[in-house]
């Protein structure tokens, strides 16, 4: 079974700041992959950036990066000089490889990022 | 490129009636998901398919929820009879092909059960 821990309910940031969001995993599948996902008020699940179990270095895009740490078991989202429109809940996801094709993705409970002004 | 459809945006029935949600993927998509997310959680898989047939529904309610994918292109959830904690926001996914591939989602159906 897999399991994703988001510890942090809700964050208030300064505008232009950087912001970390925590995020641990666990699983007993050696393949994987990790994905952050924003969610607006609106509700859409926007994607954000994703990293693969294998890959030697941490994923960029734009100014969001993923600090994965595989023996920690942690892959931690980092966004850079934060913006207002940064305002959302930010979920992290695993896709395992159980068997048989099914690859539904694991969300953690989310946090809620607010910047302020 | 146009996104993941979904019909309706909204919707609020009493319970024990029935309900149907509509999602349209993206063109070309082959594997299509359905996920519920209740108020406050993350989102949770209720099926998943490749193209008309369905790779994995173990957490799909099968008492009172179905889903179909006819055609392998649009797919239809359905509840009923509908319970109180059945309110949720119901998203549709889709990704190009399964395993490899990022899942786009949309913008979601919000149900309401009174």
């Known amino acids: 079974a897999q399991k994703i821990t988001q510890t942090q309910p809700g964050m208030f940031v300064q505008e232009k700041e950087a912001v970390t969001l925590d995020c641990t995993y666990d699983?007993?599948?050696?393949?994987?992959?990790l994905f952050w996902y924003k969610q607006p008020s609106s509700g859409e699940m926007i994607f954000l950036i994703y990293q693969g179990s294998y890959d030697e270095q941490n994923a960029t895009e734009g100014r969001y990066s993923l600090n994965f740490q595989k023996a920690r078991k942690s892959a931690n989202l980092v966004i850079s000089a934060s913006q207002l429109g940064d305002s959302a809940m930010y979920f992290c996801a695993m896709r395992g490889y159980s068997g048989g094709g099914a690859d539904g993705l694991t969300f953690g409970k989310g946090t809620h990022l607010i910047i302020q002004p | 490129e146009a996104g993941v459809a979904q019909s309706p945006r909204y919707k609020i029935i009493e319970k024990r009636q029935s309900v149907a949600f509509w999602c349209n993927p993206i063109?070309?998509?082959?594997?299509l998901y359905w996920y519920q997310q209740i108020l406050g959680q993350g989102p949770k898989l209720l099926i998943q398919?490749?193209?008309?047939?369905?790779?994995?529904d173990s957490q799909l309610p099968k008492d009172r929820f179905s889903a179909e994918r006819l055609k392998g292109v649009d797919s239809t959830l359905k509840i009923q009879p509908a319970k109180l904690e059945d309110s949720a926001v119901y998203l549709c996914?889709?990704?190009?092909?399964?395993?490899?591939?990022?899942?786009?989602f949309g913008p979601g159906t919000r149900l309401t059960v009174l």
């Open positions: 398919f490749q193209n008309n047939g369905v790779v994995d």
């Open positions: 996914a889709s990704s190009f092909q399964r395993l490899t591939d990022t899942q786009y």
């Open positions: 063109s070309g998509h082959a594997t």
């Open positions: 699983t007993s599948d050696q393949s994987y992959g």
